[in-house]
Nanobody, 124 residues
């Protein structure tokens, strides 16, 4: 599976962005998908995940502002980001796992496939 993230940019605080991640490969609909982010000097942190059944789970820091979705017909996973804050500034990575069960995958080590990242910068 190869992942290609896009949609990042420079926005003012309070603005919105929509990140997209296109995947190649078969059986995409069976994969758990996730978004992580990494700010300079910090570890990669979990943002959101969506299971193969469409169930979603978010980090507390983004709950209510971020929405993850998937389109299995197009092999894409999206992250709608609203009410952006300067602390949301980071490189955002999409990820995929062949796991298709009911657990939430919130650790980077649980994902085998990663996109190259897209930069989100929020100015105050």
């Amino acid at each position: 599976v190869q992942l290609q993230a896009s949609g990042g940019g420079l926005v003012q605080a309070g603005g919105s962005l929509r990140l997209s991640c296109a995947a190649s490969g078969r059986m995409f609909s069976r994969y758990a998908l996730g978004w992580f982010r990494q700010a300079p000097g910090k570890e990669r942190e979990f943002v959101a995940t969506i299971r193969s059944d469409g169930g979603t789970y978010y980090a507390d820091s983004v709950k209510g502002r971020f929405t993850i979705s998937r389109d299995d017909a197009k092999n894409t996973v999206n992250l709608q980001i609203n009410s952006l804050k300067p602390e949301d500034t980071a490189i955002y990575y999409c990820s995929a796992s062949r796991y298709s069960g009911s657990y939430w995958l919130s650790q980077p080590t649980q994902y085998a496939y990663w996109g190259q990242g897209t930069q989100v910068t929020v100015s105050s």
